[in-house]
């Protein structure tokens, strides 16, 4: 393996410039070069690209990289083109021409490219994974591999045909990658996408030099004040989270109004528009950005100094994901959260809805009608549906274990009358309705802990913490220190499998001296009262 080790070393300097690889980067590689499937997850900025970057050089035949957002990858090409020279990677995608795309699938197949970028939506197009089946694909990389989980902050249908396609593909290595990594959602990604025997590597999440706040409001004008008096005297570049798009615009031009260079973002503006915001901010065109979370993956710019959370997110890993955006240079930077009780509301608000009655039941007629899988489009063509609401369907019955998905789409698993598929619907929104109250109820007890911040985020992604960070406002206020007491210490420990006596088994998160979190698997993340789980006998080892 000291050979390996070598080689690896080799590439990571010649073709990508680094010195050394990070903890964990080699353990994956080293897995992932003896043919294993690996699951890592680091945290933002840590370099997770690394694993697949290096491998890709030690292992014969192409690299896919299953990759949400065309700017993202467009980003990954430029830089994997800078290392190993232009046509080294190539992106398929809606944003070019035919011509391009199929000059991309040539210089692939001919060995001069030795990446192909694809979205997750190309993998459940059949001609294109037959395309893939020729090509002798060696790894496939599935990034921001959360997506995936419904668990996780930003999960997406299209992710959950990914375990068909690679079987598709002949089932070559895979390593997915993800900055979002608490237990539930690590374990929901292994079995998404079928990973066999995977090496999980979690680490890294701690970032010392970013101080944590959350600066609590009763009253909404008194907020949007203390938003803007936050971003005004913060050091510069700085990122301003929102939960609307039309508060992107008005915060922007209150900023602006202010002699600030600022800029909105939201996932409502062109194509074009966006990628200009995102390029003036990494030249230092634009020293501040308000956006909704539609900005940030593959915005690579380590000096951004101030990130201000104008709203709380839907979930831990939503919040600490964007964060992590700042301080990459290692230099202190603040991370501000500004929270009102009542914003919690406007989460519930953007849960997932109930579709309607009457495309449940045509779907499901139309799936049972014959015995090959179907696509989204072919659906929604058949029965004059949009896709986007067909393909929701789809993917809640997917999710139910009504229908599977396969390579050509999906394929109903016995029948499936309309009384049926509907109260299989419903029984999915009403899951993801517990999902969110429960990411609500986790983002809530970080707003409100008196703990040390860091050790609750820490402990949330499975890091032990033995002592407060003294980089956080309630380190600075003390009260962190007064509540470091232990307390459960000795009857539970983190990572510990329990059993609830209605919940069922669950996974112990976190530990305060009067509290315990708990992930149970259908309920989400409950909290528990260290007194009533004690005299009520809730709680039992399993």
């Known amino acids: 393996m000291t ?207 970013i101080h944590l706040a959350v600066v609590r409001h009763e009253d909404q004008a008194a907020k949007e004040r203390a938003i803007i008096e936050t971003a005004v005297e913060a050091a510069r570049p700085a990122l301003v989270y929102v939960a609307t798009r039309a508060d992107t615009e008005r915060f922007a031009e209150r900023f602006g109004e202010e002699g600030l260079r600022a800029a909105f973002y939201h996932g409502g503006m062109p194509a074009r528009a966006r990628r200009q915001v995102h390029e003036a901010f990494l030249a230092d065109e634009i020293e501040l950005v308000v956006a909704t979370s539609a900005f940030g993956m593959g915005v690579d710019k380590p000096n951004v100094r101030t990130i201000v959370h104008g709203d709380v997110t839907e979930s831990i890993d939503a919040y600490y994901q964007e964060v992590g955006r700042g301080g990459r240079d290692g230099e202190a930077t603040a991370a501000t959260l ?28 139309a799936l049972s009608a014959g015995d090959a899988p179907r696509s989204g489009r072919d659906v929604a063509e058949a029965l004059a549906l949009p896709t986007r609401a067909v393909t929701a369907i789809l993917n809640m019955l997917v999710e139910a274990d009504a229908a599977t998905a396969v390579e050509g789409g ?29 990411r609500l109820a986790m983002i809530r007890g970080y707003a409100e802990t008196t703990r040390c911040r860091r050790a609750y985020l820490l ?18 206020r003390g009260s962190a220190y007064e509540s470091d007491e232990g307390g459960a210490e000795g009857e539970y420990r983190l990572d510990q499998a329990v059993r609830h006596r209605e919940w069922g088994d669950g996974r112990v998160m976190s530990i305060e001296p009067d509290r315990i979190t708990v992930f149970f698997d259908e309920e989400g993340y409950r909290v528990l009262s260290l007194a009533a789980v004690r005299e009520g006998g809730l709680l039992t080892a399993s």
């Open 459 to 476: 402990e949330y992604f499975g890091d032990a913490v033995t002592a407060p960070c003294g980089n956080c406002d309630t380190c600075d």
């Open 338 to 365: 500004h929270y009102r009780p009542e914003d919690l509301g406007l989460r519930a608000f953007f849960a997932s809805g109930r579709p309607r009655e009457d495309r449940v039941r045509a779907v499901a007629a």
């Open 3 to 209: 050979g390996l080790r070598q080689r690896m070393q080799e590439i990571a300097r010649e073709r990508f410039g680094w010195t050394a690889l990070k903890p964990g980067q080699a353990e994956a590689i080293q897995a992932v070069v003896a043919g294993r499937d690996v699951l890592v997850v680091m945290p933002t900025g840590y370099g997770k690209s690394a694993v697949y970057q290096v491998a890709a050089h030690l292992l014969d035949g192409p690299t896919l990289v299953i990759s949400p957002l065309i700017a993202l990858q467009a980003d990954q090409v430029r830089h994997l083109e800078r290392a190993s020279g232009e046509g080294s990677a190539v992106a398929v995608n809606s944003s070019h021409t035919d011509r391009a795309n199929e000059r991309s699938w040539e210089a692939v197949a001919s060995g001069e490219a030795e990446f192909v970028f694809l979205a997750p939506e190309q993998l459940a197009k059949p001609e294109v994974v037959d395309e893939l089946a020729t090509l002798g694909v060696s790894l496939v990389v599935v990034d921001e591999a959360h997506c995936v989980s419904s668990w996780g902050h930003d999960f997406r249908p299209d992710y959950l045909r990914l375990g068909a396609a690679i079987e598709a593909l002949g089932r070559p290595r895979v390593v997915a990658l993800t900055a979002t990594g608490s237990a539930p959602v690590r374990e929901e990604i292994i079995e998404r996408l079928g990973l066999r025997d995977p090496r999980v590597l979690v680490g890294g999440f701690d970032r010392p030099n």
């Open 410 to 438: 999906v394929l109903v698993l016995g029948e499936l009358p309309g009384d049926t598929a509907l109260a299989l619907v419903d029984e999915v929104v009403e899951r993801r309705r517990r999902i969110d109250e429960s």
